[in-house]
């Protein structure tokens, strides 16, 4: 029988005669006549039929989507994640029924080959310490969590401390203090104010590089979700299930994390850090936090309309100006990492994920955003956006600015993938220089900026850096790090590679980038 998440099965009967045998020696029919559902297990497809459901009779999922099978004093219970259709999200399915006594020879088998299968080289009953942000997006992440969430890992047989938290700051205490002894992962029930809290709690913890160790595990509850869609990609990255099966089986991958020096006070960002119009529109639109990610849409219009100049000065420590070769260097990174990650790397507290990306050819010396590496003797078309460096290889921008974006991991919001190029863990961080431009480019900027799009635009300055410097002329405006407001002063940001670890279900960030197949838009 099937049972929707949270019932439980009956007790064990000998079936009634008259009970369908099954049909081949891959299948096992589980269940009483009249309410029996037939499962079976082809190479690494799972189906399940169960034709007294009306509204789901069939439902086909992948055996890495199975969290737990077992038989059990004669119940076979089998629970797994399946999407009703491609689009929709991952829903959670219970089997339970008495089998046959001349199936259950088999039964025992099929559930051991099912773990086997789900589990490759993952540790089974996962310890997660999950944090829950009650406040985070439109509000419902506690709804979530005891709904989709928490059965997910239960039916898993994970061993959970969830914590809701209390107040703005909480999540960020109680990673200072973490026991690194007692857990696999941190489960992050949030949007990406969270993480950032996380983040910094670990930076601040007595033993950081342990505790940098201790993989991160995105669930999506919040407005943007960065993170969460980094890691489990466009259609999942809203999906809190994916989420929660991806802190059950996700495997270590590094990423880069950021650290922005202000005031003589050293804090890390692991997504993003934005003045100007990105800024005013992230930290302007809280009041509108119930509308999701369509606050962000309606903040850039309202922003575009007002035309602001960012008052900052820019100056970058350039590593690469060349966009063609940008693109270029990601897919050969995706081609090698795709190589190198296997599918039976353990997970345990101290497991290692694969170093951190070296590129295959050597970085070209982008001097006044002309690239001078004889690989790519591409000639600029305009005067360069950037003065000649000085002695220490900085560079600074020349020319009127709508915002400055830069950070890590290609979406900042679904709406929009700020940064398509970026690579996990190079050591470089994407910095955005966009020039004040007119309002009608900046509205049709909009168009295609979900796939980045708007990269190509002449007027979108990208460059790869180790480090960047922002020194505002003004004092009224905002500077948001990881969607958190911080004091409008200057500050500087450099790149650490391979600082910190989350989980991902394929070793990279989830968002293809190509050279376009026409001309880039002007
Ligand atoms: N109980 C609470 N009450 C008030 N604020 C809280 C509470 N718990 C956490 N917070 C704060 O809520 C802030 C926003 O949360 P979060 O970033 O998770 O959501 P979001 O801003 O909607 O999502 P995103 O950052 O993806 O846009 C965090 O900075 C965190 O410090």
Redesign the pocket.
């Known amino acids: 029988m099937c049972f929707p998440c949270g019932r439980r099965s009956a007790s064990p009967l000998a079936l009634p005669l008259g009970t369908p045998a099954h049909t081949d020696a891959n299948t096992l029919i589980v269940g009483a006549q009249g309410r029996s559902t037939a499962v079976t297990l082809n190479g690494d497809t799972l189906l399940v039929q169960r034709n007294a459901d009306k509204r789901w009779p069939r439902v086909e999922s992948n055996v890495h989507h199975v969290l737990w099978a077992e038989l059990k004093g004669g119940l076979f219970n089998l629970s797994f994640l399946a999407r009703r259709t491609p689009q929709s999200p991952l829903a959670l399915v219970h089997v339970s029924g008495s089998v046959r006594i001349d199936d259950i020879e088999r039964a025992g088998p099929l559930a051991t080959r099912l773990m086997d299968k789900a589990y490759a080289g993952i540790k089974r009953h996962r310890k997660l310490k999950v944090l829950v942000?009650?406040?985070?997006?439109p509000g419902n992440g506690i709804e979530h969590y005891n709904r989709r969430i928490e059965p997910v890992f239960h039916a898993a047989r994970c061993i959970v401390d969830s914590t809701?938290?209390?107040?703005?700051?909480?999540?960020l205490e109680l990673m200072r203090e973490l026991d690194l002894e007692q857990y696999d992962a941190v489960v992050v029930v949030?949007?990406?104010?969270?993480?950032?809290?996380v983040i910094n709690g670990f930076a601040e913890h007595r033993d950081p590089e342990r505790a940098f160790r201790i993989p991160i595990a995105p669930v999506p509850?919040?407005?943007?979700?960065?993170l969460a869609l980094n890691v489990l990609g466009v259609q999942d990255g809203y999906d809190v299930s994916a989420g929660a099966l991806n802190a059950i089986k996700g495997r270590p991958m590094h990423i880069d994390l950021m650290s922005v020096m202000q005031d003589g006070q050293k804090s890390f960002s692991f997504m993003s850090q934005t003045v100007g119009l990105f800024a005013d529109l992230d930290l302007g639109t809280e009041w509108m936090?119930c509308l999701g990610a369509q606050r962000f849409v309606l903040g850039y219009i309202f922003g575009v309309l007002q035309k602001r100049r960012c008052p900052v000065q820019l100056s970058l420590r350039l590593v690469e100006g060349d966009k063609r070769k940008m693109v270029q260097d990601l897919n050969a990174y995706r081609v090698n990492v795709k190589a190198q990650y296997t599918q039976h790397s353990p997970l345990s507290p101290t497991a290692q994920a694969p170093t951190p990306w070296t590129a295959t050819t050597a970085y070209a010396s982008t001097i006044g955003g002309t690239t001078v590496n004889s690989s790519t003797p591409l000639e600029p078309k305009h005067p360069s956006p950037v003065s000649e460096p000085d002695a220490d290889g900085w560079v600074t921008f020349n020319r009127p600015l709508s915002y400055v974006y830069a950070g890590k991991g290609p979406y900042v919001?679904k709406d929009l993938m700020q940064f398509p190029v970026s690579i996990p863990d190079d050591g470089l961080l994407d910095v955005v220089a966009q020039e004040l431009t007119s309002r009608k480019a900046m509205l049709t900027a909009m168009d295609g900026s979900e796939h980045g799009d708007q990269f190509w635009l002449d007027t979108q300055h990208y460059f790869r850096a180790t480090a960047y410097r922002v020194e505002p002329y003004k004092s009224n405006s905002c500077l948001s790090v990881?969607?958190?407001a911080y004091p409008f002063t200057s500050f500087q940001v450099e790149c650490h590679r391979g600082m910190a670890t989350v989980l991902s279900p394929v070793g990279c960030y989830q968002a293809e980038f190509h050279l376009p197949e026409d001309e880039p838009r002007k």
């Open positions: 942000n009650p406040k985070s997006g809701f938290t209390s107040y703005g700051g909480h999540a949030s949007g990406d104010g969270s993480i950032h809290e509850s919040g407005s943007g979700n960065g936090r919001s990881d969607g958190e």
